[in-house]
C-alpha cells in the first residue's frame, strides 16, 4: 500500500509572553492510504492542534515547522489561497462537538451546500437538491432533515450532519477530532458504525482523535499515542494493547476497565508536564516507573522503529541506554 | 430500620402539570431506599434524559418533587426542622460533573474547603481547621502544601475533583452522591479518582450513589447497578451479573454498545428496531426501540419481574413467568457487602 500522509518532524509553537508554548513538539507520522489512524493522548497532549497544524489552521502567535505531505504535496509550502482549496476537497475534518460548530440559522441544507458552492462546484437547484438528499442518506439522514434547522435536530443527527459536509467532496483524508464524545453510548456506537462504514465504501482514510481508549480499540487500525507534544508510540492496534512498550502506554492500558477485571484500579501518579517551556528530556520522565535516574532527563529519546511497524519513543528500548545503564549499576 | 434516604413514589415533571401531555416526566413513580449501614457503591446509570440527574436534584434537595416524598431518615426533607436541616445538609454530601465550574474563580481552592468547615463549626481555632483541611487532602492523595493557597486555575482537573472529594469527606457525611465524577478527567486519573471513591466507601464504611453513563466504570468500581430509562428503573441488580449476562432488552443494547477497550471484544450484536412512532403509548417506555416487543408491551407497564433467584429483576414482559417485586423493596436487591 501507498502512504496517503507523511508527516515529518511537525512541530506547531506558540510563541506567547509566558514562553514557547510546544505544542506539538516534533511528530513524525505516516498514514498508508484506506487505512484508519487513532491518536490518543490526555488533555493538553497536542492532539488538536496537531490536527489543525495538517490542515494549517493555526493561527498567530502560532507556527507550523516540518512537512506534511499529501499525496505527494507539501500543505506547509503550498500558497493561501491553494491551501485552502485542499481544504474540505482533498482534507475534511469532522469538529469537535457538533453541538457548537453547526451554524444556528442556517438549515442544514444551506450549511451543506455552502463549501460546495465555495469549492467552485457549479449545481442547478435540482442537481444540489438530489446532492444534498444523497449525502444526508449516505449518513442515514431522512432528506426531510436538509429543511431543518440545527436546533431541530438531536446530538446525534447534528453529528451526522458534520459527518455529510465533511464527506460531501470526496476527501482523501477525513481527521475527526472526538466526533462522538457528547453522545450517549447508544447513539455513539451508531454514529461510529456510520462513519467506519463510509470510510470503507468511499476508500477515504481516517484519522480518529479522541482520548477513549474503549472507541479506538473498536474502530481505528493504527494507534498513535500522544504525550506532551510528543509521539510516545505507534503501533498496530492489535499489538498496541497485546505488547504495549512504552511505560506510558503500558500504565494507561492497564488502567482501563475491562470485563473480568474488577475493583482492580491502576492509575497513573503525577501529571503531564507544562508544554510551556517544557523540561529537556523525556517528557514522561516525571512519572515513569522505569526512568534511568539522571539519564532520561537529559535529551529525549529518539522516536524509531523498534519492530517492524511498531514505533516507540523511549531509552529502554535503545541499545546505546542499556549500555549506560548497566554501567551504571 | 428507617432508611438513611427513601424516594417514596417520587415523580418530577417539566414543562407542564403532572398527567397535562404537554409535560414531559423525569422521574415516574421511583421508589428506592439507602440504608446507612451498608456500605455499597450503588451505580444509577442511563443515558442523558433517563432522569439520573433528576434523581440526584431531588435526593440533595435542589428539586421538589411533583409527587411523593423524599424522606431523610424517615422525614420529609421539606419539613425539617432547622437542626434537622443542618443535619441532613451534613450528612447527605455530593460530587458533581464538573470540576471546573464548582470554583469560584476568585477564591483560592481552600475556600471550598474551609465554608464547611466554618458553616458547620468542626473547627474550634484556625490551626485545627487547617489540619482538618490538610488531612482531607492527604486522604484523597493530594499534598497540602501544594494544593492550599492555589487558584482553581493553577490545578489540573483530576486535582480539582479530588479537592471536591476531599470536601465531602471534611464532613463525615453518611451519604456521598457521585454525579459522573470522572467523565472531565483523564483517562490515566480517572483510575485513581475511582480508586479513592472506592477507598473512602470502605475506610469509612459510606454508602456512595454513583450516578453514570459510563457503563465501564461502574462494572469496575460499584458493587449494584440500577439502569434507568426515561424515568423508570429497567433492570436492578449485582452489576456482574447485570454487565455480563443482561436481561432487559434495553440493558443488552446499552451493554453491546460499550466500546470495550479490548481489540479482541469488539462491540456486541446492537439490537434496536428502527424506531417506531407509537402514539398514546400506554405500556412499556422502550417499546420504540425494543427488538421483542409484542402485543402485551404495549397495553401495560410491566413490573419488576425477578431474575434468577430474585437477586435482580427486570421490567420486562419477556420474564413475565417469573415474580414480581414491589418497586418499594427495590432496595432489597441491594444487601450490604461484607
Known sequence: MSKLLEIENLKAYFYVKAGTVKAVDGISLELEKGSKLGIVGESGSGKTTMALAILRMIRPPGTIQ?????????????????????????????????????????????????????????MSKSDSK?????????????????????????????????????????????????????????????????????????????????????LMAQSVDRLAVMYAGHLAEVADIREMFAEPLHPYTKLLISSLPVLGKRGVFLGIPGVPPSVINPPPGCPFYVRCPSRIENFCNIEAPKYQEIKPHHFVACYLYEPSARVKEGGKK | MTPLMELRHVYKVFGGKLGSPKANVALDDMSFAVEEDYPNIITIAGESGSGKTTMLMLLLGFYEP????????????????????????RNVQAVFQDPFAVYNPYYKVDNLLSIPIKNFKLASSKDEAYRMMSEALTKVGLRPEETLGR??????????????????????????????????????????????????????????????????????????????????????????????????????????????????????????????????????KFLSRCPHAFELCSASVPPLYQIGNGESVARCFLYRSSGVLEQEKLSSLFPARE
Open chain 1, 66 to 122: 516540518g512537512k506534511v505531505s499529501l499525496d505527494g504535496v507539501d500543505l506547509v509550502t503550498l500558497s493561501g489561497e491553494e491551501m485552502r482549496k485542499t481544504r474540505l476537497s482533498q482534507i475534511a475534518m469532522i469538529p469537535q462537538g457538533a453541538m457548537n460548530c453547526l451554524n444556528p440559522v442556517m438549515r442544514v441544507k444551506d450549511q451543506i451546500l455552502e463549501g460546495l458552492i465555495d469549492h467552485g462546484v457549479r
Open chain 1, 130 to 214: 438530489e446532492r444534498v438528499r444523497a449525502l444526508l442518506e449516505t449518513v442515514d439522514l431522512n432528506a426531510h432533515v436538509a429543511d431543518m434547522y440545527p436546533h431541530e435536530l438531536s446530538g446525534g443527527m447534528k453529528q451526522r450532519v458534520t459527518v455529510a459536509i465533511a464527506i460531501a467532496m470526496r476527501p482523501k483524508l477525513v481527521i475527526a477530532d472526538e466526533p462522538t464524545s457528547a453522545l450517549d453510548v447508544v447513539i455513539q456506537r451508531q454514529v461510529m458504525d456510520t462513519i467506519t462504514r463510509l470510510q470503507k465504501e468511499l476508500g477515504v482514510s481516517m484519522v480518529l482523535i479522541g482520548h477513549d481508549m474503549g
Open chain 2, 66 to 89: 411533583s409527587l411523593g416524598e423524599v424522606d431523610f431518615r424517615g422525614k420529609n426533607i421539606y419539613k425539617l426542622n432547622k437542626d434537622e436541616q443542618i443535619d441532613f445538609r
Open chain 2, 151 to 284: 487558584f482553581p486555575h493553577q490545578l489540573s482537573g483530576g486535582q480539582r475533583q479530588r479537592i471536591a472529594v476531599a470536601r465531602a469527606l471534611i464532613l463525615h457525611p453518611k451519604l456521598l452522591v457521585a454525579d459522573e465524577p470522572v467523565s472531565m478527567v483523564d483517562a490515566s486519573l480517572r483510575a485513581t479518582l475511582l480508586k479513592q471513591i472506592r477507598e473512602l466507601n470502605r475506610d469509612l464504611k459510606i454508602p456512595v450513589l454513583y450516578i453514570t453513563h459510563d457503563l465501564t466504570t461502574a462494572y469496575h468500581v460499584s458493587d449494584y447497578i440500577m439502569v434507568l430509562y426515561h424515568g423508570s428503573v429497567m433492570e436492578a441488580g449485582d452489576v456482574e451479573k447485570i454487565i455480563s449476562s443482561p436481561k432487559h432488552p434495553y440493558t443488552q443494547l446499552l451493554v453491546n454498545s460499550i466500546p470495550w477497550p479490548d481489540p479482541n471484544h469488539p462491540w456486541g450484536e446492537a439490537v434496536e428496531a428502527t424506531r417506531r412512532v407509537v402514539t398514546g403509548n400506554q405500556g412499556c
